[in-house]
Every structure is written in C-alpha cells, then in structure tokens.
C-alpha cells in the first residue's frame, strides 16, 4: 500500500508539472489529458476533506423541512407535479452539499476549461461536463418548504414558478463532482492510470456519502408526506 501511494504521488507530481498551460500552448493531447487528471484529483481530494460536512449537509436539509414544514404535503397526489417536487427536495439537498466545495469546484473549472483535444471527443465531452457543472454551482438551493406550501393551497393542483424554474436550470445540469469522461479515460497511459486509481478510491468515499444521503432523502420525503 505504501509503495502504490508512493508511485501516485510521483505521477501527481509529473502532472501537477505538465500542467494546463503546457496544454494551452498546443502540447500533444496527452498533455492535456494529465492536466485534466490532476485537476480532477486536486478537486476529490478536496471535497474528501471536508467529507463529514459533506455527508451532513443533507441531514441540515431534513432537520430544516422538520422544523418549518412538517406534514406539508399530506394527502397530496402522486403525480408529474409530485415528482417536480421530489427533484426540489434532491436538489436542495445536492446544492447544499456542492456549496461546501464551491471553491475547489471554481477551480477545476478554471483549470480544466481552456484545455484542448484537437480532433476528439474528449473535447466536447468536457467542455459539456464544465458547463453543467458551472451552471449548477451557481444555484442557491431552493425554498421546498414554501414551495411545497404555495403547491398545497392550490389544492395540489398547480406548482409554483418558483419550483419550475429550478428544476429547469437544476434538472438538465445535474452532474457528479469529480466527473472523468469515457473517452479520456479510454486514452489514458500508465502513469495516467496510477492517478486514475487514486482519484477512484477517492471518489468511492464520495459515493459512500451520497448514498447515505438516500435515507435522508427518503425521511425527508415521509416528513413532507410527499410522494415521489
């Protein structure tokens, strides 16, 4: 184990080296696929240090909708509209978990988005995942619990704008954080490789903590009495 973290913290190194200028400057492809990994890796490594904030931050969501709006949707239908809301419950509680790493995520942005692959998919395929993710840290997460009760005194029979205009902006642009695309994982050497593994055991923790965030979903959703 001490010799696999020694290799990955050389070829970190070699990375952190090439960097994305050395991309910008009309480097080979590959250039550009090791700046996109150490990137990538600067940023799980971040959000993993601030894991029990992370895994938190969905319980502040329930113990918010406990306190304000218990029982708020009772008796209400299942339905489209049920379902709009059940995407405002996810997404206050991604957003409330992502704000804690808005910073290290303004980063690989700003890292990643001058990067090239001339010719490939990889290009495309970044450049697509940067903008969801750009645009989904700058949502403030929504009000479920007004949004819930202004759905409650029409008779559950219309939504509020409030609650269709995010899930517009929230829906189409929700991406993991710390995304690898296929392609430039299919392009990947050796030394590519090691970080690869690293990042993945790093994102493995992250994945740990948004699955436990499947129960608060789900006490969150029993609270409200709303339906999915």
């Not at 070699?14 to 990137?39: F, K, W």
């Not at 904030?53 to 909708?65: D, F, K, Q, S, T």
């Not at 206050?92 to 808005?102: E, K, N, P, Q």
């Not at 090691?194 to 790093?202: D, M, P």
């Amino acid at each position: 184990m001490r010799a696999r973290g020694t290799i990955a913290a050389a070829a970190a190194a070699v990375l952190l080296a090439a960097g994305p200028s050395a991309a910008r400057a009309g480097q080979p492809t590959g250039v550009a696929t090791a700046a996109y990994l150490n990137a990538d890796y600067t940023l799980v490594r971040a959000l993993n240090a601030r894991l029990g904030a992370y895994e938190a931050a969905p319980r502040h969501v329930l113990a918010g909708i406990r306190a304000d709006c218990p029982l708020a949707a009772a008796h209400s239908p299942q339905d489209p509209q049920s379902t709009e809301l059940s995407n405002e419950v996810i997404g206050a509680m991604v957003l409330t978990a992502d704000r804690l790493g808005t910073g290290p995520i303004d980063a690989f942005v700003r890292a990643v988005s001058p990067l090239r692959w001339p010719g490939s998919p990889i290009g495309r395929a970044v450049s697509g995942y940067v903008r969801k993710l750009s645009a989904m840290i700058r949502l403030a997460p929504p009000p479920v619990c007004t949004d819930v009760r202004a759905w409650a005194q029409t008779g559950f029979t219309t939504l509020p704008a409030s609650t269709v205009s995010f899930n517009e902006r929230f829906v189409p642009n929700w991406v993991a954080v710390g995304e690898q695309p296929a392609a430039l994982v299919a392009r990947e050497t050796g030394p590519e490789r090691t970080l690869t593994s690293r990042i993945n055991v790093l994102e493995e923790d992250l994945a740990e903590a948004e699955a436990k965030a499947v129960e608060t979903y789900t006490a969150i959703m029993n609270t409200l009495e709303l339906l999915p």
